[in-house]
C-alpha cells in the first residue's frame, strides 16, 4: 500500500517568514494530494490540493508543487500569521482498482507554530 | 449542507463498556469512512464504505471493533468491549463517488475510557 511520509513534525517560524512542509510518497499510481489544517480540537479541513497532471498550484499566501519523478510535494506557506498555526497533514490518493476501491494515506502531520 | 454530522462529540465510559459511534454523511456522497487519530499513531483509516458496502476494513485493529452502514445516510462504529488504549478521537468522513477526490470530515467524537 501507500507510504507517506512527512517532515518536519514540528516547526516554528517568526511572524512574516515562510513554512514550507515536505512530504514524500511510494506509489506511483497515486494522483490526487491534498492537504488539510488542523485546528486545536478541531476536524482537518481542506486548504489546497493539487492533481498529478499540474506542477504547482497556488492559492493566496498557500501554494503546492509537486514532483511526481521524485515522489514528493510540499506545501509553501507565505507571510506567516499567528492564525497558521496548527497541524499540516498531507495525503496521498490513488484507486487501486476494484469496485469502489479508493484509498487515502495521511501523513503524520506537522505542527506549524508561529511565534508573533 | 449541515456537512458530516457525528454523535456523540465526547464521550466518558469505563473499560468493558459497548461504545457506539454515529455518523451521518453529506447527502449524495456515495463513500463513508472512520478515521482514529492519536498522538502517536496521527489519522489512521479503520474503515471505508462504498454505497453502504464495506470495501477496506483491514484497518480495523481487532475483533472488538465493528462497524456498519445500513443505508446511505446511517453508519455506526462500535466497540466491545471497550479498553483504555481505544481513548482517542473517531472522525467520520464522506467524499462523493465522481468529481472531486476530496473528503470532508466530521467534528469528531472525543472518546475516553478509563
Known amino acids: 500500500g501507500e507510504n507517506v511520509e512527512q517532515h518536519p513534525s514540528t516547526l516554528s517560524v517568526q511572524e512574516g517568514d515562510s513554512a514550507v512542509i515536505k512530504c514524500t510518497y511510494s506509489d506511483s499510481a497515486s494522483n490526487y494530494f491534498p492537504w488539510y489544517k488542523q485546528e486545536l480540537g478541531k476536524r482537518p479541513q481542506l486548504i489546497i490540493d493539487?492533481?498529478?497532471?499540474?506542477g504547482e498550484k497556488k492559492d493566496q499566501r498557500i501554494a503546492v508543487t509537486l514532483n511526481k519523478t521524485a515522489k514528493h510535494f510540499s506545501l509553501h506557506i507565505t507571510e506567516t500569521q499567528p492564525e497558521d498555526s496548527a497541524v499540516y497533514f498531507c495525503?496521498?490518493?490513488?484507486?487501486?482498482?476494484?469496485?469502489?476501491?479508493?484509498?487515502?494515506?495521511f501523513g503524520k502531520g506537522t505542527k506549524l507554530s508561529v511565534i508573533p | 449542507d449541515a456537512g458530516v454530522i457525528q454523535s456523540p462529540r465526547h464521550e466518558v465510559t469505563e473499560m468493558g463498556q459497548e461504545v457506539t459511534l454515529r455518523c451521518k454523511p453529506i447527502s449524495g456522497h456515495d463513500y463513508l469512512f472512520w478515521y482514529r487519530q492519536t498522538m502517536m499513531r496521527g489519522l489512521e483509516l479503520l474503515i471505508y464504505?462504498?454505497?453502504?458496502?464495506?470495501?477496506?476494513d483491514s484497518g480495523m485493529p481487532e475483533d472488538r471493533f465493528s462497524a456498519k452502514m445500513p443505508n446511505a445516510s446511517f453508519s455506526t462504529l462500535k466497540i466491545q468491549p471497550s479498553e483504555p488504549r481505544d481513548s482517542a478521537v473517531y472522525f467520520c468522513?464522506?467524499?462523493?463517488?465522481?468529481?472531486?477526490?476530496?473528503?470532508?470530515f466530521g467534528e469528531g467524537s472525543w472518546l475516553t475510557v478509563v
Open positions: 464504505f462504498n454505497n453502504n458496502v464495506p470495501i477496506d
Open positions: 493539487i492533481r498529478s497532471n499540474v
Open positions: 468522513a464522506s467524499r462523493p463517488e465522481g468529481g472531486s477526490d476530496t473528503i470532508y
Open positions: 495525503a496521498a490518493s490513488t484507486n487501486p482498482g476494484g469496485a469502489g476501491s479508493y484509498q487515502l494515506t
